[in-house]
């Protein structure tokens, strides 16, 4: 039976063997959920990069730049880490290049992995599905908060781990204790994320319909995934 081990943030997955292992990269409020909603939307593909300075340079490209840092749009670029930004019907077909604070890092670091794709409440049950029918050993990546564990990962990480556990065995201790908080709380996540960092520190920005948006569960039948250091669907 293969398992299922969750890293809770970026700086851990040293610790784990990414070889013949699908990846899975959650970055609940916002990215990957602003990439699963881009890509059911029409969007073509989404490079993901580190720096600012990478992302504007594919502007004179030809792609669409997005950059956040700390929650907010960076000035001179063309999109913001709201997924409502990447539902604009002038973006379908288009290619984006995009730099978060945690999210962007975490999917690059996974590169090495037998597969990568894109998880979010968003797609949930495309992910699982997906899961599954491959049958390999799965690490859940928790994007977490530069280097902190973050309660939101935590909880899809659990919601996975979940979905399959009739099928897929608890790797590590993490995976348990993200599966435990999921149990717990999936009735009332909005309510339970209310206390949390990172939902106040968004919160102060007066972006609760994007933290709302992206709490809902599989409402789109999508599943990015990493191919040549490119998002595509």
Excluded at 91 to 112: D, E, F, R, Y
Excluded at 137 to 149: E, F, N, R, Y
Aim: net charge neutral; proline share 3%.
């Amino acid at each position: 039976m293969p398992k299922i081990d969750v890293c809770l943030t970026p700086e851990l997955l040293p610790l784990f063997q990414l070889d013949g292992k699908i990846v899975v990269v959650i970055d609940i409020l916002r990215a990957t959920s602003c990439m699963v909603t881009g890509l059911a939307h029409g969007i073509s593909e989404i490079l993901p990069v580190a720096t600012l300075e990478e992302s504007a340079s594919y502007g004179q490209k030809g792609y669409i730049t997005a950059a956040e840092r700390n929650g907010l749009k960076m000035e001179g670029f063309d999109l913001d880490n709201s997924p409502f930004s990447y539902m604009d019907p002038v973006l379908q077909g288009k290619k984006i290049c995009v730099t978060t604070t945690n999210g962007t890092k975490a999917i690059i670091l996974s590169a090495k992995a037998r597969k990568v794709v894109i998880g979010s409440f968003l797609n949930l049950k495309s992910v699982c599905d997906y899961l599954y029918i491959r049958g390999l050993d799965v690490i859940l990546l928790c994007a977490g908060w530069k280097g902190q564990v973050n309660s939101e990962d935590t909880l899809f990480a659990g919601a996975i781990t979940a979905y399959l556990k009739d099928s897929f065995q608890i790797g590590n201790d993490s995976a348990l204790i993200s599966r435990d908080l999921y149990e717990l709380h999936k009735g009332r996540m909005f309510e339970y994320l209310k206390d949390t960092s990172h939902f106040q520190r968004l919160n102060r920005l007066n972006i609760q319909k994007d933290i709302e948006f992206c709490l809902q569960n599989s409402i789109y039948d999508c599943l990015p995934r990493l191919e040549n250091n490119v998002i595509i669907s």
